[in-house]
């Protein structure tokens, strides 16, 4: 179901900056904040804040079409308001521009577009699934069941025929088939499986345990395990750089950023101003954003140098967070 948002689109005008002089340029970050139900809508050359966006309750995660045009942010809902919803932004004019209901599946969380951005991916905790959704046409189309519990996670891999879903409370990594519609193989990670994320070609699943402070790597072929690194103070989430030879594993226990060489396993720790949540990094691979969710900014690592070289503005909790080319045309 589609529904349009006009009074929320008017409550962003006034907060979102068109005015020629301030065209935006390079990366915009949109960033999910949880403590004040809003999104952020910040230039990452300048930190200048491009719209807030109010949100429903605790907005947890982002995608965005590989065009920049679109940014979709999960409503997950809080304790009293259960989320069962997808909020559309327009990014070239900072508007919310519809709402996707995805009842009867709730708590959406992780989500990704597949290949060719007509259809997105997401969790549902409460189906234990991964929810197909036409994206133009603003409907379910069906959803994948994993069987396991909370299915929190996902990642595409590159061509779209897979996806691989961490699902936390059975500590697993389900791997669906999108054509067939079912598990195909299951991970063990461990203990609060809460990241994962796959190398662009497809052949390495990088998945970490929060509870057994461990992140591991597998091949997607055989299935097996063929590395496992020790990443305590909370492995949070994993993000691989577009070659596929860093992997990126927030430590929110200890406010660092581990940095890890995927053929060598030789980690650089960069250490952070704040408690960080999961890293998302350029489409050209030279920068990282990592928000920092008591801080309520967004902190900017140059991956060259492994430097944290500024602090951008965000809302209160910031948590899912996406990178736009919309304006680098």
Known sequence: MLTTLPLLAAAV??????????????????VANQGDRTVHVVEAGSGRTLAVIPSAPAPHEVAVTRDGRWAVVTNYGDRTDVGHALTVIDVSTRLVARSIDLAPHRRPHGIAFLPGDSILAVTSEASRAVVLVDFRAGRVLRALQTDAQGTHILAVAGGGEKVYAANMASGTVSELDVAGGRVTRTFVVGPAAEGAAVSADGTRLWAASMGADSSYAFDTATGQRIAAVATPGQAYRVALTPDGRRALIPAPALNLLR???????????????????????????????????EAGQVAVIDLATLAVTRRLPAGAGPDGIAVSTYFRR
């Open 13 to 30: 005008l006034a907060a979102a900056d068109t005015t020629p002089a301030a065209h935006p340029t390079g990366d915009v970050l949109i």
């Open 259 to 293: 940095v890890i060489d995927t053929a060598t396993l030789r980690e650089t720790a960069v250490a952070l101003p704040g408690t960080p949540g999961g890293a998302v990094v350029s489409p050209d691979g030279r920068t990282a954003y990592v928000p920092l969710m």
